[in-house]
């Protein structure tokens, strides 16, 4: 069965400083879609990314970036230069390979990042 | 581009009374997807449907739940006879085709069971 792991539970870093959010996940699938979510305290989830499984490149994003380990499962998240708006929860998630389409997302539990001034 | 929208943004409810919630996906996305997140959860899928039918239901959704999507626009998600585990943020989501097409979520519907 797929899962997605977030073993941080909650962290907090002082602005500006970089912050790494950990994913690892598992599938049986060879074919298969990695995303990040962000989750401000208004409560709308808001798309950051997609990745597919062929695709190994990492990513960066203005302050964002995104290594994705295809040999340790993981698809980690860094926060480069935090500032306080990037307080939010962060949740990782992977399409379930449901009969012909991917069309279920599966979440982890997500972290919730505190970025103090 | 409008994105998803949802209404009410909260609902309180006594325990047994049925509930109703909207949601409006952006214009042009086929895909239709309802999510339930507990506090201090991920959202966990509940159902999906492409157009007007509906696909897939997840064991989650108990026969409590019903879900439309008259005519392949907004869909309705209702809940009768609420218990208080059916307290929880209702999210809905749309994308433009299935498969891995990226899902944009609302804001949510909070529902709160007394």
């Known amino acids: 069965a797929q899962k997605v792991t977030q073993a941080q539970t909650e962290i907090s870093v002082v602005e500006k400083e970089d912050v790494t959010l950990d994913c690892v996940y598992e599938t049986r699938d060879t074919t298969y879609y990695l995303f990040w979510y962000k989750q401000p305290p208004s409560g709308e989830l808001v798309f950051l990314i997609r990745r597919n499984s062929f695709d190994e490149q990492n990513e960066i994003s203005g302050r964002y970036s995104w290594n994705f380990q295809k040999s340790t499962s993981s698809f980690n998240f860094t926060i480069t230069a935090s500032q306080v708006v990037d307080s939010a929860v962060y949740f990782c998630?992977?399409?379930?390979?449901?009969?012909?389409?991917?069309?279920?997302?599966?979440f982890g539990p997500g972290t919730s990042l505190s970025v103090i001034p | 581009d409008t994105g998803v929208s949802q209404d009410p943004r909260h609902k309180i409810t006594k325990r047994g009374q049925n509930v109703t919630f909207r949601c409006d996906p952006i214009?042009?996305?086929?895909?239709l997807y309802w999510y339930r997140q507990t506090l201090g959860q991920g959202p966990e899928f509940l159902t999906y449907f492409q157009n007007e039918a509906q696909l897939e239901k997840s064991r989650l959704l108990s026969d409590r739940f019903s879900a439309e999507r008259p005519k392949g626009s907004f869909s309705t998600l209702e809940i009768q006879r609420t218990e208080q585990g059916d307290s929880a943020m209702y999210l809905c989501?749309?994308?433009?085709?299935?498969?891995?097409?990226?899902?944009?979520f609302g804001p949510g519907t909070r529902l709160t069971v007394l």
């Open positions: 998630a992977l399409t379930d390979f449901m009969k012909t389409s991917y069309d279920k997302v599966i």
């Open positions: 214009s042009e996305h086929n895909r």
């Open positions: 989501a749309s994308s433009l085709t299935g498969g891995a097409d990226t899902q944009y």
